[in-house]
T-cell receptor
């Protein structure tokens, strides 16, 4: 059973550019959450998608947007990149029903460097 | 902001028990205590969770005080592979993927 997968593994962009990161959830999971982790910090919640809609959002600007597809996979888009967007972007998947604790399974992350 | 307080770092000798404390004095009655860990350059990994009773699984034990204001994660026989950042998180369970609010966690260093 494949876990959460993310692509690409690493990415280098320049300021002002746009980037799209991709996530495939663990088999059977229908909810995808995205987190940003700056160096030396804990992950920060960006937003969560369920039933192809954004359900929760953290304190991130509108430059950060996302999408969830019918197969539950998800994309994270960041426009007008800033140097401060350099971070590890983590995707986590979970199941919306059945479990009492909705454990989130994390992917390995995409390392984004903005120059 | 994170609702938990953890020491920034701890050391442990290989083969000994590692006891990682966490304070969550403002925890609500419907919030669970979760522990995740993050090994360098990997995504966080779920370890264990609990509401008010002590819990044990194949990875660790979780001891929650009676007033639920603090807890301790116990790795009974730490190995070098347990070197990681450990995050204590309080969260309402039973909701579709409620966001995890991470603090800075505790960096556990296990040495031989």
């Amino acid at each position: 059973d494949a876990g959460v997968t993310q692509s690409p593994t690493h990415l280098i962009k320049t300021r002002g550019q746009q980037v799209t990161l991709r996530c495939s959830p663990k088999s059977g999971h229908d909810t995808v959450s995205w987190y940003q982790q700056a160096l030396g910090q804990g992950p920060q919640f960006i937003f969560q998608y369920y039933e192809e809609e954004e359900r929760q959002r953290g304190n991130f600007p509108d430059r950060f947007s996302g999408h969830q597809f019918p197969n539950y996979s998800s994309e994270l888009n960041v426009n007008a990149l800033l140097l401060g967007d350099s971070a590890l972007y983590l995707c986590a998947s979970s199941l919306s029903t059945g479990s009492s604790y909705n454990e989130q399974f994390f992917g390995p992350g995409t390392r984004l460097t903005v120059l | 902001d994170a609702k938990t307080t953890q020491p920034p770092s701890m050391d442990c000798a290989e083969g000994r028990a590692a006891n990682l404390p966490c304070n969550h004095s403002t925890i609500s009655g419907n919030e669970y205590v979760y522990w995740y860990r993050q090994i360098h350059s990997q995504g966080p990994q779920y370890i264990i969770h609990g509401l008010k009773n002590n819990e044990t699984n194949e990875m660790a034990s979780l001891i929650i005080t009676e007033d639920r204001k603090s807890s301790t994660l116990i790795l009974p026989h730490a190995t070098l592979r347990d070197t990681a950042v450990y995050y204590c998180i309080v969260r309402v369970a039973g909701q579709a993927g409620t966001a995890l609010i991470f603090g800075k966690g505790t960096t556990l260093s296990v040495s031989s």
